[in-house]
């Protein structure tokens, strides 16, 4: 198991993460007024909300009642609701770590149809794998799962900050540690099929990331890191990087040097993180028993 802390990844294309940061602050805002309701306006917006495989592949029926926004519409909607602090952190931080660069590959308004499109593909294979099931889905590991295989079809190269074992910080090329996560979603879909956790959900969502990034991405964007485009228009220089000198949070600062003019300034980082599923502890938020964590 691992948390991703950071990657020395700089944008090419764009400026500044817009639909990235929007996404981290909408499931944020989201969460937080889940946790003020009622218990019984909660109960209403995780079955209102949440993907009810049963209701949308199985034939019953939803208490209309419960009934929020239209049925095909909870193939999206369950994407912004988590069962606990938990579920949601560790969403978002993957979200944050990986999602600029596929962001920056894409553009704006492709990365959020990309995003939307892996929360509806991995609400489909959940439903595929568990047709019958009257239990919401909620949570955005689907689509944060497509955003870490589109990452790993991208950078896999660059070197990711990662806490191993939650104590080991260690510098390792993306692909090591996203190939292992990604295919240990697919063996707990075939060993762990009683869990609470939706492994369908977040192998719905890699296959709709390594296929939608292929069709998506900029003109002239390369898969495997074979070569780095930089447009002029919007050229962002990165400084050199010392690796005996550089950590998890970026590259310290350096003493001047004689005749240098000054002291080169630290290069820090933002950490933060997900799994679009990562496993983490199966906290169920309130009294109602749902799929995800």
């Not at 499109?117 to 609400?123: K, M, Y």
């Not at 949570?139 to 955003?147: L, M, P």
């Not at 679009?276 to 199966?282: A, F, I, N, R």
């Amino acid at each position: 198991m691992f948390i991703p802390l950071h990657d020395r990844n700089a944008l090419k294309h764009i400026r500044r993460q817009y639909v990235t940061l929007g996404l981290i602050a909408a499931n944020v805002i989201s969460y937080a007024l889940a946790s003020v309701v009622p218990d019984a306006a909660y109960e209403l917006g995780v079955y209102g909300l949440g993907f009810i495989p049963a209701i949308l592949l199985g034939g019953a029926t939803l208490d209309p009642s419960l009934t929020l926004v239209p049925e095909g519409a909870t193939y999206i909607t369950y994407a912004f609701l988590h069962g606990s602090w938990l579920h949601l952190g560790s969403n978002m931080l993957f979200l944050w770590v990986f999602g600029d660069n596929v962001e920056d590959a894409m553009g704006h308004f492709k990365f959020l149809f990309f995003y939307l499109a892996c929360a509806a593909a991995g609400a489909l294979v959940h439903g595929l794998v568990a047709p019958t099931s009257q239990a919401p889905l909620i949570g955005a590991s689907g689509a944060v799962s497509g955003v870490v295989a589109a990452y790993v079809m991208l950078h896999p190269k660059v070197r990711v900050w990662v806490l191993v074992l939650m104590r080991f910080p260690l510098p390792l090329p993306a692909f090591i540690p996203l190939l292992f996560w990604i295919g240990q979603q697919f063996v707990m879909l075939v060993i762990d099929a009683d869990s609470n956790v939706s492994w369908g959900a977040h192998v719905g969502g890699i296959l709709a990331g390594a296929l939608l990034v292929i069709v998506l991405r900029r003109p002239g964007v390369p898969l495997f890191d074979r070569s780095i485009v930089t447009p002029r228009a919007v050229e962002h220089r990165a400084r050199p990087v010392d690796g005996f000198m550089a950590g998890p949070w970026g590259q310290r600062p350096q003493p001047a040097q004689p005749g240098a003019g000054g002291t080169r300034p630290a290069n820090t980082a933002e950490a933060d993180a997900e799994a679009g599923g990562t496993p983490s502890p199966g906290v169920v938020g309130r009294r109602v028993p749902h799929w995800g964590r």
